[in-house]
Every structure is written in structure tokens, then in C-alpha cells.
């Protein structure tokens, strides 16, 4: 039975292990999203969705070969009144003659090519700058995926530290009750401490619901980004630090993905009015014909006639005038050039002043951990002296409770700041 016990919890541990996701840093979470999330998976389609359309314009530019067949049967043949002296007839008397016989089939081939088309061209030009958009738009929505990411993450370490600290708060609290009610007993303090005492302790326990329930969210949301089901553990095997290091500043974000998206949609909408513009040019096109041709009557009386024919054409189309549509084209693509451009300025004065914000904060982040390093070190050692002089009963409870509650908005504040360091610092550094 021992082997078989091992075989059962072995398999128990790699089932277990299959049915967790396990990420100890932000560079795992990055490589897991990539090749898992919806949205970076959808991503990397969107260059391919483009160069479909680049090949799809370029074909229209090639040579179109065309092989047809046609089967037409005429009830009533089409005839024509001709002079009767061309055939030996009385003068000023006419015939009726009939083209062709009721039954006709013909086959051929058809070659077809523009020569000059000005449209097509721009046309073509526009789908490859269309695709080199799709390429910043993908890199786009990864970096949006990244930005997501960082913020749910570090949300989520936040919390388990704050958390970690309310279990501290819990041990301070339960061991202020039993201290609170030992005194009531001895009839040494007002009963409402006491209460007061008990209620902190609730006050504790009520929030370390809270920021369970919190821990829960910020897995979820993890987890709804990453295409994890619900069901699946998901393990952060990491926690909230930070080491200050040398400060590369990424410049003003014209790296950035949104920056160059926005700078190609303008090329393409420049690209779109000059393609209004050369779509009232003349067009050339060359065109050529081969066909055989069969005609019967069909009735056993043995009636057919068969020839094949071949014609060479050029033709000039040259519009002259179709209403307003030429024009009101054109005018519509230069108010979408226009759209583009202002979006353009509107896009790269966002990205400055975003890029100039995350630098401030980091910076003022920095600056602010000494100061809350050496503010945790004067609330901490205050709580030491509290939780010495209530147990001495030469400490009343309010004057506990504010002590404290400084001590934990300490912790918070250094928590968070720490948090903030962290995330500014990723954000102001990152490689998009």
C-alpha cells in the first residue's frame, strides 16, 4: 500500500501544481500576459490584418487574367433591312437579314492591366503606411496591456503589505483587551476603556476583512487580464521593495507607441487627401481579348457557324464632371487631415506632461523615504513605550489609541510611498 500511497500523493502534487500560475516578478507577469493575454494575443494580429491589405492593394496593380464562357439562346434573332441591289435585288426594295443563329456559345480569355492609375498608387502607398500604423497600434495596446499590469500588480503588494500590517495591529489590539479587561476586573479603569479596547480590536478584525476582500479583487482582476480562469490559483511570490538607483530620464515619450501612432495616422490621412486628389485623373488602361465563338440551330438540320475573333484596346478614362462628389471628397479628407494633425499635438502634449508628472513623483517619492524612514523609527519606538506603560497601567487608553493610530498611518504612509517610488520609477524608465 506504501508505494501506491506515494504514486496517489504524487499525482495529488502535480495536479496541484498544474492548477496553480505561479509569478515571483513583473517581468514573469509581462511574459505571461504576452502570451496568454486576449488583448496582446489580438495585438500581434493587427500587423497581419495590414499586410493582407498592402498585398490586397498591390494586386490591383498586376496584370487580371480572366478566362469566361458564355451560352445564349435568341428567340428572336437580331436582323437588320439592307439595300436589295447589294445582292442582285430590285432597286429601292429592302431585305431582311438575321445575325447569327438562335443557339450561341463562346469561350475565351481576358487580359487586363492598368497603366496609369495615380489613385491605385496612393492607394497602395496608404496601405503600407496603414501597415506600419497596425505595427504602432499593436505596440500600443502592449504597452496599455504593461501600464494595466504594473498598476494591478503593485496594487495587489500594496494591499498584502498593509495587510501583513493589520495582522501586526491584531496582536498589538488582542493583547491591549486582555491587558484592558485584567484592569476592569480589578475595578482600575472605566469600563468604557474597556469597551473601547474591544471595540479597536473589531475595528481590526473588520478590516482585515476588508483588505482580504481587496487581496481577492486585485486577484481577479490579475487574473481576468491574464485569460486565467477564476478557478485557478493564481501565486504572487513577490513582495513590495525598493533600492534607489540611478535615474535615467526616457525623455519626452516620442519612443512612446501612442506618440508614432498618432504621427503615422496623420501620414495616412495625408496620404487619403492626396488619393482624393488623383482619383479625378486620367486613367489608362490596356485590355485584351481572345474568343472562339460557335453558333447552331439546333434542329438536325445541321446549321453551324464557328469563328474565333481577338481585339487590343487601350482606353482613356478622363472624368469631367459627376456632381459635387469630387470635390466634397477632397474637402472631407482635408478636414480628416486636419482631425489628424490637431490629434497629433493633442497626443504629444499628453505624453510630455504624463512623462513630466511620473518623473516628478518619482523623484518627489525619493526624496520622501529618509524623512518617512526616520518618522517609522520615532512612531515605532513611541508604540514600544505605549504597549510597556499600558501594561504598567500608567497609560490611559486614549492616549494609547493615539499612539497608535500614528503609528499606523506611519506604516501607511511609508507603504504607499514606497509603492509609489516603485511604480514612477517603472513607469518613467520603461522600454515600451
Known sequence: MR???????????????????????????????EKNSPVALQARLLPSVSKQDVRIQSSSLYPKVNAYATGDYYPILATQLIPAEIVGGQKGTYYKAQFGLPYAFATGVEIAMPIINFEKWTQLNKAKEQQQLSEWSSKLAIENLHLQLIQAYYQYL?????????????????????????????????????????????DVQTTSANYDKALAQSLHQLKAILNIPQEKELL??????????????????????????????????????????????PKLNFTTRYAYNMQTKWNGSGQKSEFDYCNVNLRLDFPLYQGSYYKAYRQKAKLNLDIASLE?????????????????QYQTAVGKQSILKDKIAAAADNLRIARLSIKEGVMEFDDFNNIFMDYNRARMEQIQNTADCVLYYLLTTQKF
Open 236 to 281: 504572487i511570490e513577490d513582495s513590495l521593495s525598493f533600492s534607489e538607483v540611478a535615474f535615467n530620464n526616457n525623455g519626452t515619450g516620442e519612443n512612446r507607441a501612442a506618440w508614432q501612432e498618432a504621427w503615422l495616422k496623420e501620414k495616412v490621412a495625408m496620404l487619403n487627401w492626396q488619393e482624393t486628389k488623383n482619383a479625378a485623373l
Open 344 to 360: 497629433k499635438e493633442k497626443i504629444a502634449n499628453q505624453i510630455s506632461q504624463q512623462q513630466s508628472d511620473w518623473q516628478t
Open 3 to 33: 508505494p501506491f500511497s506515494c504514486i496517489l500523493i504524487l499525482l495529488f502534487l502535480i495536479q496541484s501544481a498544474a492548477a496553480q500560475v505561479s509569478i515571483h516578478s513583473l517581468q514573469a507577469l509581462f511574459d505571461y500576459a
Open 158 to 202: 500594496v494591499t498584502n503589505e498593509v495587510e501583513q500590517l493589520n495582522d501586526e495591529n491584531a496582536k498589538t489590539s488582542k493583547e491591549l483587551v486582555s491587558i484592558m479587561k485584567q484592569r476592569s476586573q480589578e475595578g482600575v479603569v472605566n469600563p468604557s476603556d474597556y469597551n473601547r479596547a474591544r471595540m479597536l480590536d473589531m
